[in-house]
């Protein structure tokens, strides 16, 4: 399987965020959205970095107030880890495992065409699984 099948699953939707707005809106927007991560992008439209629901856990601890209203630029993970559409999902774990995260952009040509997370990577293994169980149980009946 590959990243742009766990897209066309998934859908292509990326939630983006200012690098400059208060972290206190990303957080409105991750739930909203109830999503874990969002892009961050600066005043010219540059992929910049991302945010997750980790990054703001780790910059709560000292002090919540004035975290929340700091900017999303002071909070983000940067630079970006990204994988291709085309990329097989044995590249994709190998990634997110090395480097112990948990969502990462798809790039085509240039442009980011979606967000791939962990929970969808095991949704896909799951199918996947599924469906050789199924083709294996249909060969044995033939």
Avoid: C, W
Wanted: aromatic letters at 0%.
């Amino acid at each position: 399987m590959r990243v742009d099948q766990i897209l066309g699953l998934k859908g292509r939707d990326v939630a983006e965020i200012a690098a400059a707005a208060p972290l206190s809106d990303a957080v409105k927007l991750l739930n909203t959205r109830r999503i874990g991560a969002l892009v961050v992008r600066d005043a010219a439209g540059v992929m910049v970095g991302i945010l997750s629901e980790r990054d703001i856990l780790r910059r709560l601890e000292t002090d919540p107030v004035a975290v929340l209203a700091a900017p999303v630029r002071q909070a983000m993970s940067a630079p970006v880890i990204t994988i291709t559409a085309e990329a097989g999902i044995d590249q994709l774990m190998a990634l997110m495992t090395n480097h112990r995260i948990r969502h990462l952009p798809v790039m085509a040509g240039g442009d980011v065409v979606g967000i791939v997370s962990i929970g969808d990577v095991v949704k896909a293994k799951l199918d996947e699984s599924a469906s050789e169980a199924e083709a294996l149980k249909a060969y044995i009946a033939s």
